[in-house]
């Protein structure tokens, strides 16, 4: 039997579980069904070259499997939440709370057998600042990130904050490539170590677990950004975590629920680090 | 009942087994030995910013713990290898073969709570060139990359092998940060995707695998390269896979087993990958 927390009336204790506990559970059961899925295809997705578009997009297949279960959790429930989701834009059942979903961040990690890809799960209204629950899950490993408004961060049920920076032992988590802008290049030569990850979704996360000090996605303009999909669940887990996220402009960042909307954004934990800039 | 291969003499068949065999399980029970040790102390490692020495190298704890539990199996089967690790240098047992081990490559990334860390274990003569069996295992999620000379590569018991160029989906794995060298920042410029991955044990393995095209550690000579260790499986399971690593003149690479040399090295799947650079 759990006891009431202290210097709350029971009524309201139990008021708070009745609207916390369903939407834990309800992401929870997500992200297992997305995992599920994408497990009882191992290895199909690995060495495939077929479907890598001209553009390097890969083939959506490994998305699109791991979207299909999350629809069907929903459907299962009655479709409790709208969705916001690449595959179909905005569906809209009339509700008041909108599931930002990103079936698999870092699909290309996926199919090269790199153990770095994750579903993203965020719930709220309108915009990041509305984000309320949160869900990241490595597909690899099992390890799951998770947040409620106000209530702290988590990974695998253990507490978790982000870390002092130092310059010695600084680690930036920088997205490079010939889509990167110039700067993103340079910040990656700067602290003693640099990793490129391909998950932004989880990269924010190892950020938000003070694995490292900051998270870039620094793209050509002409190119973009990312995605609100793609950082609304870990902006909500770097910021319960102690975190914060800025624009290019330095800026506190702000996303909203739409799908065509690209941005550059900084995920960093302790502000310090952007003294190493100046 | 395991039938003799076709046309090979039963006596020569068990003959093989007998050498092969043994060798392929005493990896594999090292390996679990080291998992398992790793496994035991799980988290202790993460967010532990003691033991970070002033030049970024990470406290060498749990790497002592996988070095320990490998020595152990090695002492209860009468030590039949000589060893030649970063903790022990040369340990001579007299034995005609030497077991070159890495108990943990990618140290800081199991203190950061990123899934890519290894052990490394390569048996054989002198240098690389000279190594028979090699086993690379990610420490963190158990996938096992295995070669034995001249009986191809495998991964978690499935051949693996490289993977052709193709310009349109590039994938680079790049050694960067401020003791990387300013061309190897140039280099993850250009591929359409650029990824660091920080154990190049492992990076070599994904290579191997077709999971991306090269992989670069290109270090500021002041500084340094990788060592024997690092490579000494990795670079047999690549060109079991059908790949080759070159040095920074393009010539083949080898290495001997000294724990004083540090080289920079190409791990290349396809060589047409080395005509971009051109």
Redesign the interface.
Known sequence: MVAPVEGVHSATYFNLQAVVRPMRSLLFEIADAAQEAVRSTE?AF??V?VG?G???T?TSRIDKIAEDAIFKVLDAKGNPLNVLSEEHAFKDFGKPDTLVVDPIDGT??A??????YSVSLAVGQRDLDGVRYALVR?L??G?TYYAAKGKGAF?NG?AIKV??F?L??A?FLVY?????A?HA?GM???????????STALETC?VA????DLHAVLMNHAIGGLRVMDIAAAALILREAGGELYDERGQRFNMAFDIKERRNVLAVGDPRVLEAFK
């Open positions: 290895g690995e060495n070259e890598m001209a553009d390097g890969p290309a990690n199919m090269s057998g790199i153990p770095f490595n690899a490993t390890d990974r253990e870390r002092r130092r010695e032992s680690q490079l490539g010939n889509r990167a110039r290049h990656a030569a700067m602290p003693r170590r640099t990793r490129s990850l391909g190892i677990a003070g694995g490292a």
